[in-house]
């Protein structure tokens, strides 16, 4: 098979790589296992342009797109437009939607799996027609990634340590709002912390990642609100993977859902695959079952 890789120059731990020689290898061990990959180092200012010139190109049989959370959703949203397989490199933070495709985490390793690997078709889903592969959040997760945009970090750790400073910020006052939930049952008015609405249900462990890819349905999570001290508590629970034992958390099941926000504010945000948009009044999320096609590592490989 003909692969192309975009590689995200300035995303993910590709920042810290020398891509030349990396690109090298690639080239080589893809030829070892009797497929052609075509490497491409893309600046972030052009990824999406790249990934959509690839998974339209009538020459590449399969995308692969390396970078950090926002290259992984881009490369997704051009797989699922245009039916092209994509496949994975974890070059990011926590690298959440490869951990749920089971790719091995080690960059090398990784290149094995999917030269090895087999194409599958997985479930992805929408918000307002909007594709990601992990996860729609509103309340604590958008106010996290808005108070760590706004710090300076330059590596994985960094970033990690951004992240454990954002939640003690945003511990001093959580955010506390009003959401109409409509569902197969009807519709029901919660006043949350949080909202987070995940591509297939997640699975149990400290590191939220979909138990599964083709369960066919949405996994919707609630926070009720919280004081400084419960979030501080819940925020311990998911490190440490108990956070379905807290009171705090309801969740459901379902093919679709729909989030609607009387009391929304100007400016107010939302955060899809770790990336933040303006959060509309109604937001309608769908369950698309195995409209994308994926490159999963092969046994032997993983």
Not at 15 to 38: P, V
Not at 109 to 133: H, K, M, S
Request: some cysteine; glycine content about 10%.
């Amino acid at each position: 098979m003909q692969f192309r890789a975009i590689l995200n120059k300035d995303g993910g731990t590709l920042r810290s790589l020398d891509l030349d020689d990396f690109s090298q290898r690639a080239e080589a061990l893809f030829a070892e296992e009797g497929h052609a990959l075509e490497c491409r180092v893309i600046g972030g200012d052009a990824v999406e342009a790249a990934l959509a010139e690839a998974s339209t190109a009538e020459a590449v049989d399969v995308m692969l797109a390396g970078g950090g959370d926002g290259t992984i959703s881009a490369a997704a949203a051009a797989a699922y437009a245009s039916g092209k397989p994509l496949a994975v490199l974890p070059a990011g933070t926590m690298n959440l939607f490869a951990r749920a495709l089971g790719m091995p985490l080690d960059l090398d390793a990784a290149l094995v799996a999917i030269a090895r690997g087999r194409i599958e078709n997985i479930d992805i889903a929408t918000a307002n027609g909007r594709p990601f592969v992990h996860q729609y959040g509103v309340g604590i997760h958008a106010r996290l990634v808005r108070i760590r945009n706004g710090m300076s970090y330059r590596d994985r750790v960094g970033k990690m340590l951004a992240s454990l400073r954002a939640i003690l910020a945003t511990a001093i006052d959580p955010p506390r709002f009003e959401v109409e939930l409509v569902g197969p049952e009807g519709a029901k008015t919660h006043v949350v912390s949080g909202i987070a609405v995940s591509n297939n249900p997640l699975g149990d462990g400290p590191i939220p990642v979909a138990a599964r890819l083709d369960s066919g349905l949405l996994g919707v999570y609630l926070a009720a609100g919280t004081s400084s001290r419960e979030l501080v508590a819940l925020a311990l629970d998911v490190f440490t993977g108990r956070w379905r034992d807290n009171a705090l958390v309801s969740e459901a099941e379902v093919p679709e859902v729909v989030l609607r926000f009387p009391k929304r504010k100007r400016g107010n945000h939302a955060v899809v695959d770790g990336e933040l948009i303006p959060l509309e009044p109604s937001v309608t999320l769908k369950l698309h079952a195995q409209a994308m096609a994926v490159v999963r590592p092969a046994e032997d490989a993983a």
